[in-house]
């Protein structure tokens, strides 16, 4: 709704009012209000908006009493067109009959529909109903397709610059993503090196509601103090689908989404028992590609991006929405619908959706981390894990250590780390830093390294009573760098003054200076 609303945000004369009908709200509208306060929205109560007379009534359900409602309806889908079935019925989501005539009279003047496809499904459902549809585009998709330049930008703000992202996307119920894999964000974020792949969880609205934001974030703590993004039910999925190196994902509407933008997408699961046959969902069901639990989180991710062809969920596209590269076509189509509907003059300004902006994230200290290295001859390989308990590193690689934070890391953590993390930026340079630096170590029975983030390029060590700061030539989490001094003390018993680190597919010089 708020993408449709965007076609009119700067009209000044239109004014925009929000209600919700309390006494029909189902378990899945829960937050409702908290979204609206979070908006600045004014909110009618029901029987105000019922008891008035206006110009034009959005809604993206028919299970609403929008007959009550005295203005003509516009009526939206309120996720990737109409691809699954009420459970334990045969009407299809957003098409039912019962709804969409009241009394012997269609309730909507118009059903912006996302896909010709879509009408003879109406047709279908709904005969009488048939003429008021309208052709329009995804509005959803079409704002995504028009800020597909911002992928980099977008993947930036979810901490992925030099990272492959990946979406864990999950709608609600036992059929879904998470409702089959529950500790699937903590597979992914403990079977994928920090350094080269960063995991995003986007689950569907309805989880927050039924469970509530504390519960969800309880049970996604572990995952999010190791890293993952979660994003919030309001804000930030489009941003987190645009950024996507790949999606996993479940039978809702994101997985087609991702599709649509030409991303890969691995399923949990073969679809659901209530997609709607011959649909874009069942198609993509059939086509793409199955999350396996027993077979190793990196290796899946890896093949399917390897795998992955332009164009492949074609056909997929082709049912889900018109032909809309850039989102104009679908902006242009709505606006006129509902400045149609409103009796007014469309604006002379071309018809966009808002942009897709970078969502505000967070990025924790990582309690710690378990890390591997291969010392070549032009550097050292690193690849580091989240510690969640599942032991050493998966990539086979040796030199094997612990690196702790001091802020998160557990009391069991830090008695087992070689590299102890303090936060002393401001304190590392100063002439009582070492002597602080030696105490600390000394507290911790395995550290032999004492480390602090200096800047975004630069780490700062204590080890054998000398302090050195390293210097990498680029952006990276600069306490890779103190592994890398780890590993030289245990192999070369020096920190080389010119180094190189290997991160994934990046190679890092690196400089070192004695203090």
């Keep these: 709704m708020r993408d449709v609303l965007s076609l009119t ?17 189902s378990v899945l509208a829960a937050g409702v209000d908290e979204a609206l306060a979070e908006l ?21 359900s028919e299970n609403d009493r929008l007959a009550d409602l005295d203005a003509p309806v516009l009526l939206v889908p309120h996720g990737a067109g109409h691809q699954k079935f009420y459970p334990g019925t045969a009407v299809v989501s957003g098409l039912n009959p019962e709804r969409l005539v009241v009394g012997g009279r269609v309730v909507p003047a118009a059903i912006g529909l996302p896909h010709a496809a879509h009408l003879d499904r109406l047709a279908q459902a709904c005969p009488p109903a048939a003429s008021r549809g309208v052709v329009v585009g995804d509005p959803a998709l079409a704002r995504m397709r028009g800020s597909r330049f911002r992928a980099g930008q977008l993947r930036a703000a979810f901490g992925a610059r030099d990272k492959r992202l990946v979406v864990v996307a999950s709608t609600f119920g036992p059929e879904s993503a998470l409702g089959r894999v529950p500790d699937l964000p903590e597979r992914l974020v403990g079977g994928l090196p920090v350094d080269e792949y960063q995991v995003v969880v986007v689950l569907h609205p309805g989880v927050w509601a039924a469970h509530g934001t504390w519960q969800v ?131 002379t300004t071309g018809a966009t959706f808002g942009p897709v902006v970078p969502p505000a994230v967070s990025m924790p200290a990582i309690p710690a981390t378990v890390v591997g290295a291969a010392v070549q001859r032009d550097g050292v390989r690193i690849e580091r894990y989240a510690d969640l308990g599942h032991g050493e590193p998966r990539g086979g690689l040796e030199h094997r250590h ?64 000398q302090v050195t700061l390293l210097r990498a030539d680029e952006p990276l989490d600069p306490i890779v760098l103190a592994s890398l001094a780890y590993v030289r003390l245990t192999t070369l018993d020096r920190i080389p003054a010119e180094d190189r680190v290997h991160l994934g597919r990046r190679v890092i010089r690196v400089a070192a200076v004695a203090r």
């Design 9 to 25: 945000a700067g009209d000044r004369r239109i004014q925009t009012y929000f209600t919700c009908d309390v006494r029909s709200r």
């Design 40 to 60: 600045g929205a004014p909110v009618l109560p029901w029987r105000d908006a019922v008891g008035s007379r206006f110009d034009l009534a959005l809604a993206a």
């Design 217 to 347: 974030r309880s049970w996604l703590g572990q995952a999010t103090a190791y890293g993952v993004q979660v994003v919030t039910p309001y804000e930030g999925w489009q941003a987190a689908l645009l950024a996507a190196s790949i999606v996993v994902s479940d039978h809702g509407s994101l997985a087609l989404y991702a599709a649509a933008l030409d991303t890969p997408v691995v399923l949990v699961g073969r679809g659901s028992a209530v997609t709607v046959p011959g649909s874009a969902a069942a198609l993509l069901a059939k086509t793409a590609p199955v999350w396996d639990v027993d077979q190793q989180p990196r290796d899946q991710i890896d093949t399917v991006l390897d795998q992955h062809r332009s164009g492949v969920h074609g056909q997929v596209m082709d049912l889900l929405a018109e032909p809309d590269p850039h989102g104009e076509d679908c902006a242009r189509r709505l606006r006129r619908v509902v400045y149609g509907l409103l009796r007014l003059e469309q604006p």
């Design 402 to 465: 612990l690196v702790a934070d001091l802020r998160t890391a557990s009391l069991a953590q830090l008695c087992a780390a070689s590299v102890v993390v303090v936060d002393e930026r401001a304190a590392w340079s100063t002439k009582g830093w070492p002597t602080r630096a030696a105490d600390e170590v000394a507290r911790w029975p395995q550290a032999r390294v004492l480390a602090t983030v200096v800047d975004e390029m630069s780490c700062a060590i204590w080890a054998g009573g």
